[in-house]
C-alpha cells in the first residue's frame, strides 16, 4: 500500500478533481487509519468491497508512521476547508457525503481515535450487486473498566446480522410492499442491547430502500450507551424528509428483570405493542442471559398468525447471532436449552418460542488464516 504522501493527489489539484476519485481518497485514509472489526467479514457469502490491504505488517508500519498520518491530516483540512472549489463531475456523485466521511475521519485521526471515540463508517453491498451499497456511521465510543462501555463498541456478531440483513432480506420480512395497505402498516422491529444500533439501523436502512414501512426502537440499558444510540440515529436518520415511514427511537430496556415480562405486567411505551422482529447480537456472554432473554422475546415478540390467516402477515421472528468462543461453550448451550428445538408435541399445547434454524457463520480475522465463528439463531413460534 502506497503511503499518504505518494497516494493522495496533490492540493493543488483540488479543483479539477472528480467526486469520484475524492471519495476513493477517503476510502483509501478509512481503510488505513480505522481499525477494524475483528471478525466482522462473512467468508462464505458477499466479501466486503473496501480498499485491497496487501500487507498487515505495512499497513501497521504506515499507521505508525507520524509524518503521513500528519500529511493524511493536512490533506483533509485542505479538503474540508476549500469544498467550495469542487465542481460537479458526470458521475452525479453527491460531495456532501464524502466530505462528511473526512469529516468523521479528520476527528479518528486527530485525537479522538486515540482518546477512544471511533467513527466508523460501514458498507454492506446490496445482494443483487446492482444498488449503491447501503453505507452506516456509527460513532464508538471508549472503553472503561464497566459493562456499560462494553455496549458502546461495534462488536462482530452485530457486523454479521448486519450483512444478513442486507444480503438476505426476505428472511427478514424485507420485501418491497405489494400493495397501498402495506407500505403503511410499519413492521414492528426491536434490537435488544443494540449498543451502537448498527443491526438495527441497517435494517430501517434497508427497510427505507424497499419503500417499507417501518418502527424500529433501539433498546439498551446504559446511560452512557443510550446516549450514544441517540448520536448514531441521528447521523443516519438526520431529517424525516424521505417518501417511506421509517421511525427509529432508543428506550432503555433491562431484559435482566424477568419480572418485567410477566403476563400480567404493564410495558410502558414504546414496548405495549408486540413487535415483528427482534434482533440480538453479542447478547449472551453469561449463560444466565439467555433464560432472561427468552422471557423478554416470549413477551415482546408478536404472536404467531392464525394458520387460517390469509392476510400476509409477517410470521415473527427472534434473530439472535452470537459468537462460537472454545473457552465460553456453554453461551451457545445455553441458547439451544432456553428455547429448545422442538416445539411442544402435548395436544392442544400454546405455542412456545423454539430454535426454528441454526448456522455457523465463518468470518475472516486479524490475522492470516485466522477465522472467527458465530452461530446464527432463527427463533419463532412452535405449536
Not at 117 to 123: D, G, Q, Y
Not at 207 to 220: H, I, N, P, Q, Y
Request: aromatic share 8%; net charge negative; hydrophobic share 40%.
Amino acid at each position: 500500500m502506497e503511503p499518504p504522501s505518494l497516494r493522495l493527489p496533490a492540493l493543488r489539484l483540488l479543483p479539477t478533481l472528480s467526486v469520484s476519485t475524492l471519495s476513493e481518497c477517503i476510502t483509501y485514509l478509512s481503510v488505513l487509519y480505522t481499525p477494524p472489526v475483528r471478525g466482522s467479514r462473512i467468508l462464505l457469502g458477499h466479501e466486503y468491497k473496501t480498499a485491497t490491504i496487501d500487507n498487515d505488517d505495512e499497513l501497521t508500519t504506515l499507521r505508525a508512521d507520524g509524518f503521513e498520518r500528519a500529511y493524511a491530516l493536512r490533506w483533509l483540512t485542505y479538503l474540508l476547508n476549500n469544498a467550495h472549489l469542487i465542481s460537479p463531475d458526470a458521475t452525479d456523485l453527491d460531495i456532501e457525503p464524502v466530505l462528511a466521511r473526512a469529516a468523521a475521519l479528520l476527528a479518528n485521526c486527530s485525537g479522538g481515535a486515540s482518546a477512544g471515540t471511533l467513527t466508523r463508517n460501514l458498507s454492506f453491498p446490496s445482494p443483487e450487486g446492482g444498488q449503491t451499497p447501503l453505507s452506516i456511521s456509527l460513532r464508538d465510543i471508549p472503553l472503561e473498566n464497566d459493562f456499560a462501555s462494553v455496549g458502546a463498541q461495534t462488536w462482530g456478531g452485530a457486523c454479521v446480522l448486519a450483512e444478513l440483513i442486507v444480503t438476505q432480506p426476505l428472511t427478514f420480512h424485507l420485501a418491497p410492499p405489494t400493495s397501498s395497505l402495506d407500505s403503511h402498516s410499519p413492521l414492528r422491529v426491536l434490537e435488544l442491547g443494540a449498543g451502537t444500533g448498527l443491526a438495527g439501523l441497517v435494517f430501517a436502512k434497508a427497510a427505507e430502500r424497499l419503500g417499507r414501512s417501518v418502527e424500529l426502537v433501539c433498546s439498551d440499558v446504559y446511560p452512557s450507551v443510550l446516549q450514544n444510540l441517540g448520536v448514531n440515529i441521528a447521523a443516519n436518520f438526520p431529517s424525516t424528509t424521505s417518501t417511506v415511514a421509517v421511525s427509529v427511537s432508543a428506550a432503555a430496556l433491562d431484559y435482566s428483570l424477568s419480572s418485567s415480562f410477566a403476563p400480567s405486567s404493564v410495558l410502558a411505551p414504546p414496548f405495549e405493542a408486540p413487535f415483528d422482529v427482534i434482533l440480538g447480537a453479542d447478547i449472551i456472554y453469561e449463560p444466565p442471559h439467555a433464560e432472561w432473554v427468552r422471557a423478554c422475546v416470549a413477551r415482546l415478540l408478536a404472536g404467531p398468525p392464525p394458520s387460517s390467516s390469509s392476510s400476509g402477515s409477517p410470521d415473527p421472528e427472534f434473530h439472535l447471532v452470537i459468537p462460537l468462543r472454545p473457552t465460553h461453550t456453554k453461551e451457545s448451550q445455553s441458547v439451544e436449552e432456553a428455547f429448545g428445538f422442538s416445539p411442544s408435541s402435548e395436544s392442544g399445547a400454546s405455542p412456545r418460542l423454539c430454535i426454528r434454524a441454526k448456522e455457523t457463520i465463518v468470518c475472516s480475522g486479524e490475522l492470516p488464516n485466522e477465522e472467527v465463528e458465530y452461530a446464527y439463531f432463527r427463533i419463532g413460534w412452535g405449536a
